[in-house]
């Protein structure tokens, strides 16, 4: 089965810092790799996808990953942190080759501050 | 974007009652739906898949008869807990399948069994 791990339970970064947070992928084949982000009392937003085109992934908010097949990694960045980026981050895996469900990773809470 | 809902967002219920949950997709088409479950600052787990017109496919160590799922349409899927208990208690989160393969998600509804 395919599995991601986040390295990082938790980071806190200050407003207008950059932001990295990690993730590792085991995967018999190439991936489709995806981060989410929760807001409290909101629901799953997707950021970005990977589906095997461009390593380098824009997504929404200014955020974006790099697909690294050598280190097997595809960490979420972004330049500048803004206060509304404050929540859960999840990298998350499609779990087989047949089909579309998704394994999550633990997840990784971005605490911004001023 | 994509949008997907559910109902009710809270529910509050007596333990060995009954509890249903819809998830629509509003303006796509879904044969394939996803279920998942998230614990108090963890990670979503996946309960199983609803396909449109055939039975759901359950994750292992989800109990079938506990967690009906019913798919009887292209833009709605329910879950219905039945017999519910406190450790059923959790945050049920639904995902539809756009025609982009891309996993939209609804709000999530939070179960509380006394």
């Known amino acids: 089965a395919q599995s991601v791990t986040q390295l990082d339970s938790h980071v806190s970064v200050s407003e207008g810092t950059p932001v990295l947070l990690r993730c590792n992928y085991s995967?018999?084949?190439?991936?489709?790799l995806f981060w989410y982000v929760q807001h409290p009392n909101k629901g799953l937003q997707l950021l970005l996808k990977?589906?095997?085109?461009?390593?380098l992934v824009k997504g929404i908010n200014g955020f974006e990953a790099e697909f690294k097949k050598s280190e097997t990694s595809f960490h979420l960045t972004k330049p500048s942190a803004h206060m509304s980026d404050a929540a859960e981050y999840f990298c998350?895996?499609?779990?087989?080759?047949?089909?579309?469900?998704?394994?999550f990773g633990k997840g990784t809470s971005l605490l911004v501050t001023p | 974007g994509a949008v997907v809902s559910q109902h009710p967002s809270w529910v509050i219920c007596k333990s060995g009652t009954s509890v249903k949950i819809e998830c629509r997709s509003l303006?796509?088409?879904?044969?394939?739906m996803f279920w998942y479950r998230q614990f108090p600052k963890q990670s979503l787990m996946l309960m199983a898949t609803?396909?449109?017109?055939?039975?759901?496919?359950?994750e292992q160590g989800v109990e079938k008869d506990k967690f009906l799922i019913n798919h009887a349409s292209l833009t709605l899927s329910t879950l219905t807990v039945t017999s519910a208990h406190p450790e059923d208690s959790s945050f049920y989160i639904c995902?539809?399948?756009?025609?982009?393969?891309?996993?939209?998600f609804g709000p999530g509804t939070r179960l509380t069994v006394l």
């Open positions: 998350v895996v499609i779990g087989s080759n047949s089909g579309y469900a998704l394994n």
């Open positions: 995967s018999s084949y190439s991936p489709s």
């Open positions: 609803s396909n449109e017109g055939s039975k759901a496919t359950y």
């Open positions: 303006d796509f088409q879904a044969t394939t």
């Open positions: 995902s539809a399948l756009a025609p982009t393969d891309t996993q939209y």
């Open positions: 990977y589906t095997s085109a461009a390593t």
